[in-house]
């Protein structure tokens, strides 16, 4: 038999306090993507072929780098926000869910800098 | 003795309505464009990585089953940018009342499949494995 309190037995195993920041983040991100993931899309039928030629040159240009460096990151974040929420949801248990959510963050923030530092090379025009 | 009937869920007793199906869809379809994103960072990759590391991905990106795959991506992309842009409005309070409700579920499920063919046609040409 517990000799704790009701209201000790509940305190701070709620998910509160920290969750508005998380549901503004997830809004402001979608609503960044609204734009850059229809530049992208746009941009790509406009290239009309996306050959090694024409891709490397719209990728070079200031503008298109410095918006798809904002892409990659900013799709990162929406994705490891709305994985996170997918991921609570769905995995019960405390451990495996813990595992899994590191996972994904992981492999986000990783894929994220993969990204950023190929359109960096593509900008600077490190390869070849 | 009989067992005592237990109360259940809100959401065991709800009829299953086309809502229901756009609101899981935005899940899943949020899901794969996760993966998608993997996807655009091998993309840039390639690119970065010269143009011979990129013939060879865009080769793999060429295949059938790839070609599926981001046409998958290309029409999940669509649906998740409408059906968001309809989960903002309901976050203002907007749009809540059945009729609206049913109403822009309509419009964001069909203007999703439209976009999606309009999209891939445009992009077809040059998708296509670099042929």
């Known amino acids: 038999m517990s000799l704790r ?5 509940v305190l701070g195993s709620g998910p509160a306090k920290g969750g508005s920041a998380h549901w503004v983040a997830q809004r402001l991100s979608g609503v960044a993507l609204v734009l850059l993931g229809t530049w992208f899309v746009l941009s790509l039928a406009c290239l009309g072929d996306v050959s090694y030629q024409q891709v490397s040159t719209w990728l070079r240009s200031p503008a ?17 926000l709305g994985l996170q929420v997918v991921v609570e ?28 530092l190929a359109v960096l090379r593509i900008a600077f025009g ?3 | 003795m009989a067992q005592r009937e237990r109360p259940l869920s809100p959401f065991m007793q709800y009829r299953w309505q086309y809502t229901n199906t ?18 655009l960072v091998y993309w840039l990759s390639a690119v970065a990585g010269g143009a011979e590391r990129y013939a060879r991905a865009l080769a793999c990106l060429g295949s059938p089953l790839c070609q599926v795959a981001l046409f998958g991506a290309l029409a999940a992309f669509c649906y998740h940018l409408l059906n968001g842009v309809r989960h903002l409005f309901f976050d203002m309070g907007l749009g809540f009342e059945r009729v609206t409700a049913r109403r822009s579920a ?15 046609v445009a992009l077809r040409h040059s998708l296509g494995g670099g042929a």
């Open chain 1, 126 to 128: 490190v390869a070849a």
């Open chain 1, 5 to 9: 309190s009701p209201l000790g037995r």
């Open chain 1, 89 to 116: 949801d769905y995995v019960s248990s405390r451990g495996t869910r813990t595992a899994v959510l590191i996972a994904v963050k992981f492999s986000l923030v990783a894929a994220a800098v993969l990204g950023v």
């Open chain 1, 64 to 80: 298109s780098s410095v918006l798809m460096v904002l892409l990659v990151v900013v799709a990162a974040w929406h994705s490891s």
């Open chain 2, 22 to 39: 756009l609101s899981i869809l935005h899940r899943i379809t949020g899901v794969l464009l996760s993966v998608g994103f993997f996807v």
């Open chain 2, 106 to 120: 309509r419009v964001v499920s069909v203007m999703a499949v439209v976009l999606a063919l309009l999209a891939w």
